[in-house]
């Protein structure tokens, strides 16, 4: 994940689109990976859909790196299946998230001041 040799969480952006979707959809809460693979297709109305292979990679990568972690609690056992695994942010992954998301909020002003794709350059 180390990307520049400053230290600190610049260090560690810009995150993978892969990785901030799924921070994004643990924002609100634990989810297991199906719930999250919906979470995100929702989040950006239908662009966005990672595959198994590509959210449980993430998931591997996201663990190893200490941006979420699998919850111990589980919802209601007689309404869920034993052989899901729940995740949640850990504080770095919410610290990386919030730094991500203001990285791109100023990303998107500049586009907005520049007026992006409004000056008929295409």
Not at 83 to 112: I, M, N, S
């Given at each position: 994940?180390?990307k ?11 995150l993978?689109?892969?990785v901030m979707?799924?921070?994004v959809?643990?924002?609100d809460?634990?989810k ?6 919906r979470?995100v297709?929702?989040?950006?109305n239908g662009?966005?859909r990672m595959?198994?292979g590509?959210l449980y990679?993430s998931?591997?990568?996201?663990l190893?790196?200490?941006l979420?972690e699998?919850a111990?609690?589980?919802p209601?056992?007689?309404l869920d299946?034993q ?5 949640r942010?850990?504080?770095?992954g919410g ?8 990285r791109l909020?100023?990303l ?7 007026r992006?794709?409004?000056?008929g350059?295409?």
């Amino acid at each position: 994940m180390a990307k520049r040799k400053d230290g600190g969480v610049g260090a560690h952006l810009p995150l993978p689109a892969s990785v901030m979707h799924v921070l994004v959809a643990l924002a609100d809460g634990e989810k297991h990976g199906y719930a999250i693979m919906r979470d995100v297709a929702e989040l950006s109305n239908g662009a966005v859909r990672m595959g198994s292979g590509t959210l449980y990679g993430s998931i591997k990568r996201m663990l190893e790196q200490g941006l979420i972690e699998e919850a111990d609690e589980r919802p209601d056992q007689a309404l869920d299946d034993q052989r899901r695994r729940y995740y949640r942010l850990t504080a770095l992954g919410g610290t990386l998230g919030a730094a991500e998301q203001a990285r791109l909020a100023a990303l998107v002003d500049a586009a907005r001041l520049r007026r992006l794709g409004l000056r008929g350059a295409w």
